[in-house]
């Protein structure tokens, strides 16, 4: 652990004029017969100015861990960013995860993929619990991609797939309509004009199908959004599984900014998904991030249950702060 220290020490002089977070993390788990007790402590730094891009690195009690982040703009087509992330466990495991964001002209690309020899808690003793499913496997690989398609300013056509230890493939379509109010008449206005309007949020529906092993169903969801910032968001679906029996999911989150104080984030989320066979088919959480003093304590309790039926839960309490000037964003020049 001394010599990942030390890199971290060198990482934070070589960044120190420009971008530079500190990060302190403790984390606490305890599971039934998928996990056993385990508490983790971590360093990090992260925000580190890299060309184009940024740079993090972390040593824990359980693995050290390197992040690269990069991001470049298309002119007069669009603009592409990837991220790439390996960690190397104590006891010898390796995660090597990667994913590239792409906008091009009305299509917007997301694929990311993993390889690993260690299973994801033996990382983040969290992760088991997150709001999108985590392969809970202790070795193996997975890959995910999504093409959104923009027909029009209010239709989008969304198509993508999951591979590995259960592939799937979903298709569908999400419909968008602004949400407006009348402002009271101005003096002077024309009393016979149209009243002015203002944009409050907005409602997104969703409608498709997915299909693959033990799972083929319809999904329908529902997203608002105001301008304050909140967001709400309900997805479920219904089909058949394995021998044809009945098979249903359902998840939802609610978002809320500045509900702590202004700059704060508040996330509360729940995902139900039983026909899932390599991931928590039960996950709930709690997500906290409050600007306090210099810097940003986060809060995290997690908690669900295993496809063997054990059941588990979480804490994880973090501080970040800032050293140097603002972070460059991905794609500017240095």
């Known amino acids: 652990m001394t010599r990942m220290t030390t890199a971290l020490a060198l990482a934070a002089l070589s960044g120190g004029a420009q971008a530079l977070n500190l990060d302190f993390g403790v984390t606490y788990r305890?599971?039934?017969?998928?996990?056993?007790?385990?508490?983790?402590?971590?360093?990090?730094?992260?925000?580190?100015?890299?060309?184009?891009?940024?740079?993090?690195?972390?040593?824990?009690?359980?693995?050290?861990?390197?992040?690269?982040?990069?991001?470049?703009?298309?002119?007069?087509?669009?603009?592409?960013?990837?991220?790439?992330?390996?960690?190397?466990?104590?006891?010898?495991?390796?995660?090597?995860?990667?994913?590239?964001?792409?906008?091009?002209?009305?299509?917007?690309?997301?694929?990311?993929?993993?390889?690993?020899?260690?299973?994801?808690?033996?990382?983040?003793?969290?992760?088991?619990?997150?709001?999108?499913?985590?392969?809970?496997?202790?070795?193996?690989?997975?890959?995910?991609?999504?093409?959104?398609?923009?027909?029009?300013?209010?239709?989008?056509?969304?198509?993508?797939?999951?591979?590995?230890?259960?592939?799937?493939?979903?298709?569908?379509?999400?419909?968008?309509?602004?949400?407006?109010?009348?402002?009271?008449?101005?003096?002077?206005?024309?009393?016979?004009?149209?009243?002015?309007?203002?944009?409050?949020?907005?409602?997104?529906?969703?409608?498709?199908?997915?299909?693959g092993r033990d799972v083929l169903g319809a999904t329908g969801g529902v997203t608002y959004s105001a301008e304050s910032g909140v967001t709400l968001a309900l997805d479920a679906l219904a089909g058949t599984g394995v021998g044809g029996a009945a098979a249903w999911g359902a998840s939802g989150s609610l978002g809320a900014p500045d509900l702590l104080g202004e700059g704060s984030l508040a996330q509360v989320y729940v995902a139900y998904e039983p026909w899932r066979t390599a991931s928590a088919p039960l996950r709930v959480g709690t997500e906290l991030r409050v600007p306090t003093g210099s810097g940003t304590l986060s809060v995290d309790v997690r908690g669900g249950r295993f496809a063997d039926g054990s059941a588990g839960f979480g804490a994880r309490v973090g501080y970040s702060f800032p050293l140097g000037g603002p972070p460059e964003e991905p794609g500017e020049e240095p």
């Open 30 to 211: 305890s599971g039934g017969a998928a996990l056993r007790d385990n508490g983790l402590v971590r360093f990090g730094v992260s925000d580190v100015s890299l060309g184009r891009g940024t740079l993090s690195a972390g040593v824990s009690n359980q693995a050290l861990e390197v992040g690269v982040t990069q991001g470049f703009g298309l002119p007069l087509v669009g603009a592409v960013s990837g991220a790439a992330d390996a960690a190397v466990t104590w006891g010898g495991g390796v995660r090597l995860t990667s994913r590239v964001n792409a906008t091009l002209g009305p299509v917007a690309l997301n694929a990311g993929g993993a390889f690993f020899t260690a299973g994801a808690t033996a990382v983040d003793p969290l992760a088991a619990w997150t709001l999108a499913p985590t392969d809970l496997r202790e070795r193996g690989w997975n890959a995910d991609v999504t093409a959104r398609y923009r027909v029009s300013r209010t239709l989008i056509a969304v198509a993508g797939g999951e591979f590995g230890a259960q592939p799937q493939v979903a298709a569908g379509v999400e419909w968008r309509h602004d949400l407006t109010r009348a402002l009271p008449p101005a003096e002077g206005d024309d009393p016979e004009a149209k009243p002015a309007t203002e944009r409050t949020g907005s409602v997104t529906l969703r409608l498709g199908a997915r299909a």
